[in-house]
């Protein structure tokens, strides 16, 4: 299983960005989602979290309220749409997928197997 990221980018204070995250495998697996970013110096941190259906989501207290995640499960694709950045978002953000066993969202770095390469996002001040 591989993944692909795309959508990041540098974007002033207040801007919006929207990362996706595509899989590639042949089979009709369906997957858990999660999306994570690294700071400079500091260790990877849950960002966002959703189920194989979309049914379930989950958000680290920091980006509530301005970050959305969702899937196309037609497409193997996941989407982070990120609005009213701010410049402590700035960090190197990863996809994850886990393929679907439960319905249940999961926030750990270690629930997840396959891991895409990461896409630099940087905010502006």
């Known amino acids: 299983v591989q993944l692909t990221e795309s959508g990041g980018g540098l974007v002033p204070a207040g801007g919006s960005l929207r990362l996706s995250c595509a899989v590639s495998?042949?089979?009709?697996?369906?997957?858990?989602w999660g999306w994570f970013r690294q700071a400079p110096g500091k260790e990877r941190e849950f960002v966002a979290a959703v189920n194989w259906n979309g049914g379930a989501t989950a958000y680290a207290d920091s980006v509530k309220g301005r970050f959305t995640i969702s899937i196309d499960n037609a497409k193997k694709t996941g989407y982070l749409l990120m609005d009213s950045l701010k410049p402590e978002d700035t960090a190197v953000y990863y996809c994850?997928?886990?393929?679907?066993?439960?319905?249940?969202?999961?926030?750990?770095?270690?629930?997840?197997?396959?891991w895409g390469q990461g896409t630099q996002v940087t905010v502006s001040s």
């Open positions: 495998e042949s089979t009709l697996s369906t997957y858990n």
């Open positions: 994850a997928v886990q393929r679907a066993t439960s319905h249940q969202v999961y926030t750990g770095n270690n629930d997840y197997s396959y």
